[in-house]
């Protein structure tokens, strides 16, 4: 297995931070999600089990997350979308298998949509569109509405760590422009297989039969895991992530 980190820089500076395995194709690319980094649990088990398999496997950091450059609070959707396109069109070669955690299902669609010939089919896990607008902004409380409305800045306390994090008012409002849950069907070569965890405190399941109404694909198929939570990162939900993937590579032929 490929341990060493690799950076790529982008047309306008931007610094790219990744890991790579080579290996047979359809290859699977991991899109993580909002303020969690390449090395979090289910990338490195799966970049683990590609290796393994002989699969070609490729995961990275959006600007602001991890290793790669830039600050978490300069980010926007637009910004971190532009990212993974650039690791999908640069880092990556032949039909690609996107799996998308949280945020990363929203980056996976919108790849499905720019780049049809080259997404092979979609593992997502608790996909979160539009979250911004659709899930974040509807649950703040009082205090955080305030302090967006006045300064542009919130300090968000983590929901898996003893820490705050940035939210900005620019990442609410930008994020409007990429929005799909209203929008018109994306069409994806291969199968679409999400998980969602049936006790998962972010993104609601009846989020994710929004998602599997929004796209139009071979098959698609919503799996419900009873006492699932957020992250699926149990033994068993990585075992099972693992399985769809596979799954979801092997349906091409």
Do not use: N
């Not at 939900?237 to 979801?248: G, K, N, S, T, Y």
């Amino acid at each position: 297995m490929q341990e060493r980190v690799e950076v790529a820089a982008k047309p306008d500076g931007a610094k790219i931070a990744y890991r790579r395995e080579s290996g047979k194709r359809p290859g699977a690319l991991f899109c993580g999600g909002f303020h969690s980094d390449m090395d979090g649990g289910k990338a490195t088990f799966l970049h683990a089990r590609a290796a393994e398999a002989g699969v070609a496997f490729t995961r990275f950091d959006y600007q602001g997350h991890g290793r790669s450059s830039g600050a978490f609070a300069e980010g926007a959707i637009g910004a971190w979308f532009d990212d993974a396109l650039f690791v999908l069109d640069r880092l990556t070669e032949g039909p690609q298998v996107i799996v998308g955690s949280s945020m990363g299902g929203w980056m996976a669609l919108l790849l499905a949509r720019a780049r049809p010939d080259r997404v092979a089919g979609l593992a997502l896990i608790a996909p979160a569109p539009d979250f911004p607008r659709k899930l974040m902004l509807p649950s703040l409380p009082a205090d955080a509405r305030r302090a967006l409305e006045e300064t542009g800045l919130w300090d968000r306390p983590s929901e898996f760590a003893d820490e705050s994090y940035p939210i900005t008012a620019r990442l609410i409002e930008e994020s409007a422009a990429h929005e799909l849950l209203d929008g018109p069907p994306i069409p994806v070569a291969g199968p679409v297989h999400i998980l969602h965890g049936l006790a998962d405190e972010i993104v609601p399941f009846d989020h994710a039969r929004r998602v599997v109404d929004l796209v139009e694909a071979p098959s698609v198929a919503l799996e419900a895991i009873k006492g699932g939570d957020h992250r699926l990162s149990t033994d068993a939900d990585l075992a099972r992530l693992w399985d769809r993937v596979q799954a979801v590579r092997g349906a091409q032929g």
